[in-house]
């Protein structure tokens, strides 16, 4: 009777490590389901290659399938989207959207992460749709600030990287 005991412990060990190892192989690493808005409302594109950077560590780290992440800009965050050769075209400085960049866009976007746009930018930026990478209808939001508040209210995390 003492070694059926060893053997079925030595077996239920065994299942609850193979559990262990499983879950941690899918990236869930025990953090659950989340839902994270990352604000982003500024120019400098080290500081959004950076952002888009650590999106992808966390997709790493809790797995695509346990989240709900949404990036929101407005304001000079904006520029994360608009292509380069379009800037003079509108009231901003700088456009982001190079090679590299609508690379990683591209990417997360592939694992579910949804870019937000504030309409008021937009249009205080005189920006066409058509300017930014990417981009559509759905995509817009009425006000960038207000859907982060909104985000917040639903139970969403924020973070500003």
Do not use: W
Not at 4 to 20: H, I, M, Q, W
Not at 85 to 99: F, H, I, L, P
């Amino acid at each position: 009777m003492s070694t059926l005991r060893t053997v079925t412990s030595f077996l239920l060990a065994a299942v609850v490590s193979l559990g262990f190892v499983t879950s941690s192989a899918a990236g869930g690493h025990g953090y659950g389901k989340q839902k994270v808005a990352y604000h982003v409302n500024y120019y400098d594109a080290k500081r959004q290659t950076g952002a888009l950077r650590n999106i992808q560590n966390h997709i790493n780290a809790v797995g695509a399938e346990n989240l709900d992440l949404r990036v929101v800009m407005h304001g000079n965050g904006v520029s994360l989207l608009l292509e380069p050769d379009q800037v003079e075209n509108t009231k901003m400085k700088a456009g982001n959207a190079d090679e590299n960049m609508t690379a990683r866009i591209s990417n997360l976007k592939d694992q579910g992460v949804t870019f937000k746009i504030c309409a008021n930018t937009l249009k205080g930026r005189k920006i066409d749709l058509e300017y930014l990478f990417d981009a559509s209808e759905d995509d817009i939001v009425p006000s960038g600030v207000a859907e982060i508040a909104h985000l917040q209210a639903e139970g969403f995390s924020y973070l500003r990287p």
